[in-house]
Each structure stands twice: as C-alpha cells, then as structure tokens.
C-alpha cells in the first residue's frame, strides 16, 4: 500500500500556518508528512522560510504522523550539527522521521560568504557528509580531515534506533549516483515517465531501501484557475534543472522564468477534477512507497478539504 503525505511547503507559508496545515492536514487523513529546508523562497512571490527544525518539533508534537525534511549538510549545516539534530528529534518521536540528503542549491547556501562549488565537489562533500552523520548516529567518536572536517566529534543524546539515511536525486543520473551511498531515494516529478526513469535509474544501480516521490500539483476549481495558480507560485519549477542549484537570489530565478503553459504542466500536475488528479497521481504513484502532494496553491485549507472529502478516497480506491 503506498503512503500519501502532505507536502508543507516553508517558501509559501509562516511557520504558524504551516504548523497548523500540518494539523489539518492529519485530519484530512494524510498518513504522512514531509517539509522543504530552506534559508530562501524561490521567489519573492512566495514569501517565507521559516526554519524547518524548530519546525519539526512543534509539528511532531502536535500530531501523530511521521515526518521527513531534505537536507543539504555540508556548507551553511556542518554535518555534526545535522546529525544532532536527527539525533534529538529521533529521540523524542521513535518512528516517526526521516532525512534524505541532497547537494543543496546556491540560494540557500551562499549566505556562508564561502564558494558555492562545482557539482563534482558538492558531491564528494555530500557523500563524506553523510558518512560522518552516519557514524556519529551509530555513537561512534569521529575526527575526519577532508572536503569536511570534523575534531573529535560525538553525539550523547542518541536515539535507541535511527531510521535510513535516504538520497535525493532529481535526474536519473543523480540516482544512480546516490544508488551508492543511500538507503533509499526521494525524488520529484509531475509525469510517469519522469518519475520511472529516476526510479528505474536508482534501481538499475542497485539502490536500496523505500522510494518516494514528491509531487507538486495544482487543484482548482477550474482548469484556469489551477494554472494561474501554479504558474503565480511554481512558475521556476519550469527552469532547466541544471541552473537551479547555481542561482543565488530569488530575484535571479525570477529573472528566468518566462516558460509556456506546456512547459509548466510538465513541471505541475494541473487540474480542477478531483477523479482526473487521482488517475493521475496513482499512474505516478506506481513503484514507489511514499508520494507526497505539495499543492502549490496558496489557498491550503480548501485543497484539504477537497482532500478529505475527494481527492484521497478516489486515491486510495486506484492504489
């Protein structure tokens, strides 16, 4: 049976709206949850970013779902700190929560005032990043000299049992890169034949663990409405992903939007029909373990509505 949670997006929401979308979102009858960690909105229209593990504790303390954030150690996190953080959260809530690490993008991570680097650099830090997390969560004292430096590192306050430490790949290309360090794969996509090959890619490399995908889509009452709505807030998702990590300011990826409706329905799965949004999120759905909808839209409390009352029952009958 394939897991639906609620995506809570901290780019277009304050943190007190978003702790209690988490809520309703619960009540909705979500069974999971994930959030973004990020420093910046990608654009100005969007207009928040709220600090995602404070977050998580309020979150988790106020419901009884399990949670999942993306994390990018390495530059603005070293990587002792974020495995602290597993650490303390994992302790608190048994079961509940998981991490998935990717190589970051420039927006977030320029803040340090040090270089953002090549891609082949970010990923070397990456994987030495999560090796030393790792190590830290098995309890293990650590020094290491590398592309990151860690002196006599430990964590005291450890969880009795830590969950896997997952992977997010955007290309296929990155999946099967991450195949070799990770203990399960995230991804996004809004076409099946996307998603499949990120998948197929991941598994091909012999990638371990559960699957889940990210889904961004837009609801509406009217196909029109639906994409205004994606194209007022997602509108950078139609980017070439190569740019995405190298863009510093909100500004600059808004200075590269100007996709057509096409390009964005590829990035968005846009719809007014709760029987069309389900068909097509359970062909999306097939292979994976998790799918996380992140409704794009501003107006979040009418989306769950429709959730609870439409889209998840239809949902749930084609899964």
Known sequence: MVVIGYHASHEQHSPGELLTLAQLAEAAGFESAMCSDHLAPWTRGQGHSGFAWTWLGAAMATTSIPFGVVNAPGQRYHPVIIAQAIAT????????????????????????????????????????????????????????????????????????????????????????????????????????????????????????????????????????????????????????EELLPELDEPEEFEARIGASDEALREAVVIDSSTERMAERLARLAEGFDHIYLNHVGQDQRAFLRRCEAELLPALRDLL
């Not at 360090?181 to 995230?186: A, D, M, N, T, Y």
């Not at 990638?207 to 889509?217: C, N, S, V």
């Open 89 to 240: 959260v994992e302790q608190m809530f048994p079961r509940r929560f998981w991490v998935a690490f990717g190589s970051g993008e420039a927006l977030n991570e320029h803040v340090t005032g040090d270089a953002w680097p090549a891609k082949v650099e970010r990923q070397q830090r990456l994987v030495e990043s999560v090796a030393l997390i790792r190590s830290l969560l098995a309890g293990e004292r650590v020094s290491v000299d590398g592309a990151i430096r860690a002196h006599d590192a430990r964590i005291w306050s450890l969880p009795v049992r830590t969950s896997p430490l997952l992977g997010a790949a955007v290309s296929p290309e990155t999946a099967g890169w991450v195949a070799g360090w990770s203990e399960g794969l995230i991804t996004v996509g809004a076409t099946p034949e996307r998603a499949r090959a990120v998948l197929g890619r991941y598994r091909a490399a012999r990638g371990a663990g559960e699957a889940r995908l990210q889904i961004h889509l837009s609801l509406g009452d009217s196909d029109d409405e639906a994409l205004a709505a994606a194209r007022a807030q997602w509108a950078h998702s139609t980017i070439p």
